[in-house]
């Protein structure tokens, strides 16, 4: 699979997209095909959303970010695939590992002028968010992740793969207050992390 073709974009039907996604896990090829234009178009506006602030000339583009990511998904082999949900989910963790080697493989750690730029704010909006680079996010993660995976997860899910609060309860089976309130403590972390990430480097 080279190229990844869109041929039409019609209104999604999650049931569709799930029933296609199985067959596709069970090696049906024509499957596949039919999910892409179901799909694509979704995932080029998930990854737009969070690449808004990017600089212009930045070489990255969500076009290009998104056929990479659906790159990596085909090559997936023996995935369950137990949802729509499940597979933006997986789509997020793709992406945001894309966004960090490209970030990696352009310096951006010695060069934060060449890094994609992303928004975080504290929980509710009570401060204004702060921009830091992907990098740095992913390291927050990384650190969030070693005490709290659940949380670090619901973020990987909202912030890289856009899904919804409703969206993220069915791929972790969790209820929507438990996802709600693990999202805004998480939210509050990052944001005192990467503050004093910040200082630190302005320091």
């Known amino acids: 699979m080279g190229v990844v073709r869109v041929r039409s974009s019609r209104s999604t039907d999650p049931a569709e997209v799930?029933?296609?996604l199985q067959a596709w896990?069970?090696?049906d090829t024509c499957a596949r095909d039919e999910l892409i234009p179901l799909?694509?178009?979704e995932l080029r506006r998930r990854a737009a959303s969070y690449l808004h602030q990017e600089r212009r000339d930045h070489t990255l583009q969500p076009t290009a970010l998104v056929h990479e990511a659906f790159l990596r998904l085909a090559g997936q082999r023996r995935v369950e695939?137990?949802?729509?949900a499940h597979f933006f989910g997986l789509a997020a963790q793709m992406m945001r590992r894309i966004l960090v080697d490209h970030a990696r493989s352009r310096g951006a750690a010695k060069r934060?002028?060449?890094a994609v730029r992303m928004a975080v704010d504290a929980q509710h909006g009570a401060v204004a968010p702060i921009d830091c680079e992907v990098i740095l996010l992913d390291q927050a993660?990384?650190?969030?992740a070693a005490f709290d995976p659940r949380q670090a997860h619901i973020v990987e899910l909202r912030y890289f793969g856009g899904l919804s609060e409703q969206e993220v309860t069915a791929v972790l089976h969790l209820s929507r207050s438990t996802v709600t309130r693990e999202w805004q403590a998480?939210?509050?972390w990052l944001y005192r992390r990467?503050?004093?990430g910040a200082s630190r480097l302005r320091g």
């Open 18 to 20: 799930t029933t296609l």
């Open 25 to 27: 896990a069970h090696g």
């Open 39 to 41: 799909v694509y178009a």
């Open 81 to 84: 695939w137990q949802s729509r």
């Open 112 to 114: 934060p002028e060449n």
């Open 141 to 144: 993660l990384t650190e969030l």
């Open 186 to 188: 998480a939210r509050a």
């Open 194 to 196: 990467l503050t004093i």
